[in-house]
């Protein structure tokens, strides 16, 4: 099975702290990706990388930022975390194929305070 | 620019009963991949279907059928006979980006069914 692993379920962070969340997956997939979910706006993709080091913004990069050392992991980091930065986080990863899926984690709640 | 509509914010119903989840995209690529996934309450996206733009054919797995129309850029979703356990967040989506194998997802905002017993 296809296992992505976010490292916390919840978090709780005070304004302007630092903040990291880290995603591994365990099937050398070359894509990875992270996005933020938010009620009545759906999913909307943050960032994405399809190889090491490779980074690549998506629909809403402003905030954040990423680092893809090793082909397995792949974290978001919001440099100076805000209110606006509550949400639940997903990360996904696929292999860089057409006619396949991508993977979600299981999620990261965000809560800034 | 790429769009995924969900028109249906939430729907409920009885159990047994059909339920039909809308679709509408936009894109002006000629490539493309439409995903349905799903969110129980465990909050971890699930993989339902997916279709490339150039396969209109519709599908049947079990309970659950898609309908693809390019004419009218239209993937609707049917769950026959609903149950309980479809209760779920069902999220529609538009893979683009060819240097990712079209995995990168534009996401509609959702439709919420509640399937009451």
């Known amino acids: 099975d296809v296992k992505v692993t976010q490292s916390s379920r919840y978090l709780v962070k005070r304004t302007g702290e630092k903040v990291f969340l880290e995603c591994v997956q365990d099937m050398d997939h070359e894509n990875m990706f992270w996005y933020r979910q938010d009620p009545g706006l759906g999913l909307r993709l943050i960032y994405f990388?399809?190889?090491?080091?490779?980074?690549e913004k998506g629909d809403i990069p402003e905030g954040y930022s990423v680092s893809r050392e090793k082909k397995e992991r792949f974290s978001l980091i919001l440099e100076s975390a805000s209110t606006n930065q509550t949400s639940m986080y997903l990360c996904?990863?696929?292999?860089?194929?057409?006619?396949?899926?991508?993977?979600f984690g299981q999620g990261t709640r965000l809560t800034v305070v | 620019a790429q769009k995924v509509t969900q028109a249906q914010t939430e729907i409920s119903v009885v159990e047994k009963e059909d339920v039909t989840l809308d679709c509408v995209y936009e894109?002006?690529?000629?490539?493309?991949?439409l995903f349905w996934y799903k969110q129980p309450p465990s909050g971890e996206l699930v993989f339902l279907i997916r279709?490339?733009?150039?396969?209109?054919q519709n599908e049947i797995s079990g309970r659950y059928s898609w309908n693809f129309q390019k004419s009218t850029s239209s993937f609707n979703f049917t769950i026959t006979a609903s149950q309980v356990v479809d209760s779920a967040v069902y999220f529609c989506?538009?893979?683009?980006?060819?240097?990712?194998?079209?995995?990168?997802?534009?996401f509609g905002t959702g439709t919420r069914l509640l399937v009451s017993p």
């Open positions: 990388s399809y190889d090491v080091k490779m980074k």
């Open positions: 996904a990863s696929s292999v860089m194929t057409e006619n396949t899926e991508a993977f």
């Open positions: 989506a538009l893979g683009a980006g060819m240097n990712t194998g079209f995995q990168k997802l534009v």
């Open positions: 279709r490339n733009s150039f396969d209109e």
């Open positions: 894109t002006r690529d000629t490539t493309y991949y």
